[in-house]
């Protein structure tokens, strides 16, 4: 059974920077058609943060272009979230999700706070 844990949240001041990861265990990560990120916000559905295709085209929700990044290291089999210039909305839990033709599994989330 693919395992997806993610890593890297924290609290944070804003402004600040956090880099999110996702380990892929128990499968490939090259086997992935695509892998994304999802937060869920308080008080908010579950949204998409960012995508990435096996090919590597990424696509971001449009408040989130250009802060946060995308990638992913297959060798390591690791999906990364670069996040810059944080702030206080984007505080959440953040999920790591995989598709691999019409398979799925969701990781069990990090939180991010960001507060001063």
């Known amino acids: 059974q693919v395992q997806l844990v993610e890593s890297g949240g924290g609290l944070v001041e804003p402004g600040e920077s956090l880099r999110l990861s996702c380990a892929v265990l128990a499968g490939k990560i090259s086997a992935m058609t695509r892998m994304s990120w999802y937060r869920q916000i308080p008080d908010k559905r579950r949204e998409l943060v960012a995508t990435?295709?096996?090919?590597?085209?990424?696509d971001y929700a449009d408040s989130l272009k250009g802060r946060f990044t995308i990638s992913r290291d297959n060798a390591k089999g690791i999906l990364l979230l670069e996040m810059n210039n944080l702030k206080p909305e984007d505080t959440g839990v953040y999920y790591c999700?995989?598709?691999?033709?019409?398979?799925?599994?969701w990781g069990q989330g990090t939180q991010v706070t960001v507060s001063s």
């Open positions: 990435i295709t096996s090919g590597g085209d990424t």
């Open positions: 999700n995989a598709l691999a033709g019409d398979l799925g599994w």
